[in-house]
């Protein structure tokens, strides 16, 4: 299937996909240094985010978050692309500071965990 | 949206590497909240000053848009996490220090004044009614909008440092005054004599209408000291980035049409004044969040006056109105009582819960909030009772 939504950060990726139907929070959601869920109640706790298509509704928490992402980014356990049914600030700079490729107005409902997912520009293909 | 040339340029790098990343994000955020186009600011508050709350994630990306991005308006900083000349004293760890000033020699870097303080309308960052502002710190945001008439959205750290960047935010939420109306009307019955009446009743109302905008009726005269408190308690069980007060404030003729209405009467003001109540004897008194006035300085030097603090007993303010505190002979009074002055900083962003304290005093509404998620138990009451339990023997 091929969905068009709207770039937040232009770039490519390819990989599987972890989806969480509710919001994440980053800042004190996701170890900024291994890039496990750590949020309690999240559905992927315990789960990492590195290498991943993330695909989520939009972020909530502190903004802080943003600089998570960037650091996740440092440590090589950044996801590879975010796909969010509308993204909000937190998630937004994140992407942008931390350079990772993400993609808004999808409907996030429609992809799998684990399915291969391909992101170029505003396409997200799976 | 529509981008001007010089615009264009700095989203193609070619003004520098800072800039194009502070020009992506306005872009972005322009994008997500519709915005037809940028404008220009005349001022910024950046939060995200404490290495507390930034960690080293924060550190780096500060570091990196340092290597060659400029302020270029006026920009003003939030509290650090302790006093940056005076650390030792406060009982700061060495490792949290080091890192908290390399924080700074970035911002400092940037060319953002190192002003450290969460009301920068009283220390010289003080914007004009019907400016376009884009500030940080939701205390700050709440004021700006709401007594001052000055505009701006509730910014992150990263996107309000964008905006001094390239001296631009994009056009859209309270900088267009369509969106400036109240969503909500607030019947205020309850009789508000003290300012933490007003931050009992932002803290009430904030809870009730999250992102709203309230319009009080029937608050007749505030003080500054009132507004400052009630900003800050608004904004933060709430995520209110402005209200209106009939009569008072300048934009409040806006709010003619009928409104949904909620009520605060002497009941709620007692019941939000007991939920912000833990069991426990304080063992940390502060006062000054938002930062203390030269109006509230002086007040504590006067309750304070031959008078001892018999435990760690804070008081927190920018460097500016301590200056002004120095000049009128408050400063003098209130450190010969063993309280502290604690510059630059304050018991919110401080890594308090470290420092080993369990029951902080205070006489803020926004510090109980979040003095409670860091997993401290909380007492709220009035400045002068604040000023009772430090000097209080035990």
């Not at chain 2, 037809?36 to 910024?44: H, I, N, P, Y």
């Not at chain 2, 000054?288 to 304070?304: D, F, N, Q, V």
Request: hydrophobic letters at 40%.
């Amino acid at each position: 299937m091929k969905l068009k939504g709207r770039a937040i950060f232009e770039g490519k990726a390819e990989g599987k996909a972890l989806v969480s139907s509710s919001p994440l929070s980053f800042y004190g959601g996701v170890n900024p240094d291994t890039g496990e869920v750590m949020e309690r109640g999240s559905e992927l706790l315990g789960q990492s985010v590195k290498g991943r298509v993330l695909v989520f509704p939009y972020g909530k928490g502190s903004t802080v978050g943003s600089y998570v992402l960037y650091r996740l980014a440092k440590n090589g356990a950044a996801p590879c692309a975010i796909v969010n049914t509308k993204c909000e600030t937190i998630v937004a700079v994140g992407a942008i500071i931390a350079e990772i490729p993400c993609v808004d107005k999808v409907d996030v409902g429609k992809i799998r965990s684990d399915a291969r997912v391909r992101i170029d520009g505003a396409t997200v293909e799976f | 949206m529509h981008l001007t040339r010089e615009e264009e340029e700095m989203l193609a790098g070619e003004q520098g590497h800072a800039t194009q990343k502070a020009m992506q994000i306005l872009v972005a955020l322009g994008r997500i909240y519709d915005a037809e186009k940028l404008v220009r600011v005349s001022s910024v508050q950046v939060s995200g000053v404490s290495y507390k709350n930034l960690g080293d994630a924060g550190l780096e990306f500060l570091s990196e848009l340092a290597s060659d991005g400029k302020a270029r308006v006026k920009t003003t900083l939030n509290p650090a996490g302790m006093n940056l000349t005076d650390w030792e004293s406060q009982g700061i760890a060495s490792r949290f220090a080091e890192k908290q000033l390399k924080v700074i020699d970035a911002y400092e870097k940037l060319g953002v004044e190192i002003s450290c303080t969460c009301t920068p309308y009283l220390a010289g960052n003080e914007p004009g009614f019907g400016e376009h502002i884009a500030w940080g710190e939701s205390s700050a945001v709440a004021y700006a909008n709401s007594v001052i008439g000055a505009r701006t959205n509730r910014e992150g750290g990263p996107s309000a440092l964008a905006a001094s960047l390239t001296g631009r935010t994009p056009l859209y939420g309270l900088h267009i005054r369509g969106n400036r109306i109240p969503t909500v009307a607030v019947n205020v019955e309850a009789h508000l004599r003290l300012p933490e009446d007003f931050a009992a009743m932002g803290y009430f109302v904030g809870k009730a209408v999250k992102d709203g905008i309230p319009y009080f009726r029937g608050v007749g005269l505030a003080t500054l000291e009132d507004l400052k408190t009630l900003s800050a308690a608004l904004a933060s069980s709430g995520g209110v980035a402005m209200f209106h007060i009939e009569g008072l404030t300048p934009e409040s003729g806006l709010g003619a049409r009928s409104l949904e209405a909620l009520t605060f009467t002497e009941k709620e003001l007692a019941e939000t004044g007991s939920i912000l109540n833990d069991e426990g004897t304080p063992d940390f008194v502060s006062v000054g969040c938002p930062h203390c006035s030269l109006t509230e300085l002086a007040t504590l030097a006067k309750l304070l006056s031959g008078r001892q603090a018999k435990r760690e007993f804070w008081i927190c303010c920018s460097r500016e109105v301590k200056r002004q505190a120095d000049e009128a002979g408050y400063s003098r009074q209130i450190e010969e009582s063993g309280a502290k002055f604690a510059l630059d900083t304050c018991m919110v962003v401080a890594p308090v819960e470290e420092l080993g304290f369990k029951v902080v005093a205070t006489n803020s509404a926004k510090a109980c909030h979040y003095l409670r998620n860091a997993g401290l138990k909380v007492r709220f009451m009035p400045l002068e009772q604040c000023v009772e339990e430090a000097t209080r023997s035990a």
